[in-house]
């Protein structure tokens, strides 16, 4: 059995702590730019509307087939138990609490956080990062945090949209076609859902994913190797990291707002 060698060991450790170093640094360095970047908000604009409405078709499209499949399946099982005019309270709760949030951010990390590594990779690959800091822009208040704080406003909205999308799918399913009771349907949302304790949560977590996603997507592509292969290697990674930080908060904020 051959042994490790204690100085790999070392070097791999000091390595992780100097990228977990440099990221906070990069992540409290965006969080300052607030103040700056609003002061030129029409480059959050034009980020928002790159990042937010060109997602906005895959996220209405998804969120629609998510309510028709939570309409049918919700129907089914509490159809069992004598209460599917429940129907409408499961698929808003399901929504606003869990999938809107989490299956927004899944998809906006497929969609949005990769074009923004492979945007800020490319650009380090051409060299026009190193360019902008020889003029003396700093290319963190310039490139990345317009980007930051686009992804952190646009994420919300994006999970509001899904959720909304949602339930009129789960409406058009259980009431249009298997024929749920409307009244029953809207009056069960209406009595079941609080606007602090489920929307509010709601919001809280799309919130913290916008933050997770945006910030990892530009970790990566800024730290991306100016080659094509590392360029591809930084998208992989932000879907990859991205996916499993969402996933994990998700279980940590639910734990959170929910226990008892």
Do not use: C
Not at 89 to 103: A, D, F, H, I, Q
Not at 157 to 172: D, H, P, Q, T
């Amino acid at each position: 059995m051959k042994w490790l060698d204690p100085a790999a060991v070392g070097r791999a450790t000091r390595t992780q702590i100097d990228d977990i170093g440099n990221a906070a640094r990069l992540f409290l360095r965006l969080l300052a730019s607030l103040g700056p970047s609003l002061k030129r908000f029409g480059l959050i604009r034009d980020q928002i509307h790159f990042l937010g409405n060109y997602s906005l078709s895959i996220i209405a499209v998804s969120g629609l087939f998510v309510g028709f499949v939570f309409g049918l399946q919700g129907y089914y099982t509490l159809q069992r138990y004598g209460s599917s005019e429940a129907l409408g309270l499961l698929v808003t709760l399901s929504l606003v609490r869990e999938l809107g949030p989490v299956v927004t951010a899944l998809l906006f990390a497929g969609r949005a956080g990769t074009s923004l590594t492979a945007e800020i990779g490319l650009m380090k690959a051409g060299e026009q990062i190193s360019a902008m800091e020889m003029m003396a822009v700093d290319p963190i208040d310039r490139i990345l945090a317009p980007r930051f704080w686009a992804g952190v406003i646009a994420m919300p909205l994006l999970a509001a949209v899904f959720s909304a999308v949602g339930i009129i799918g789960g409406w058009v399913v259980g009431v249009l076609m298997i024929g749920v009771d409307a009244g029953s349907f809207w009056s069960q949302i209406q009595g079941g859902v609080d606007v602090w304790a489920d929307v509010g949560n709601g919001v809280v977590k799309s919130v913290v994913f916008g933050f997770t996603v945006t910030f990892v997507a530009l970790l990566q592509g800024f730290n991306a190797q100016p080659t094509p292969e590392g360029v591809s290697h930084a998208t992989t990674r932000t879907v990859v990291v991205a996916s499993l930080a969402v996933l994990g908060l998700d279980f940590i904020l639910t734990a959170m707002m929910f226990s008892i």
